[in-house]
């Protein structure tokens, strides 16, 4: 049983997200094997607002060089999350505006 904070790891904070979140779309990083009913269950258990819709991607770790070394950053997943109209805000993005 995965908990909802499990799921949700921290909100995507950037110009482009900000813009967004003026229509009711919230940018989240999330965990890289929750579907989209647990995004949505997990977003309105935590800030108590009502979820329209989920859309995610996944996006591929970075190769990158150290010296000698090459390593690859970890894969991760974002969600966007789009509240419906009569739904109130979510405190976290209110904020940063």
């Known amino acids: 049983m995965k908990y909802a904070y499990d799921i949700i790891k921290k909100p995507i ?3 482009r997200s900000m813009m967004g979140a003026q229509d009711n779309k919230y940018t989240f990083e999330v ?13 309105e258990e935590i800030f108590g607002v009502k979820v329209a819709k989920v859309n995610t991607i996944k996006l591929p770790g970075k190769w990158k060089r150290m010296g000698v070394h090459v390593g690859k ?4 997943k974002k969600a966007v999350v789009t509240l ?14």
């Not at 965990?31 to 977003?43: F, L, M, N, R, S």
């Open 31 to 43: 965990a890289i094997d929750a579907g989209k009913v647990e995004i949505k269950k997990a977003v």
């Open 84 to 97: 419906t109209a009569d739904s109130k805000k979510i405190e976290i993005f209110e904020n940063m505006m």
């Open 73 to 76: 950053r970890s894969d991760i």
């Open 13 to 15: 904070i950037t110009e």
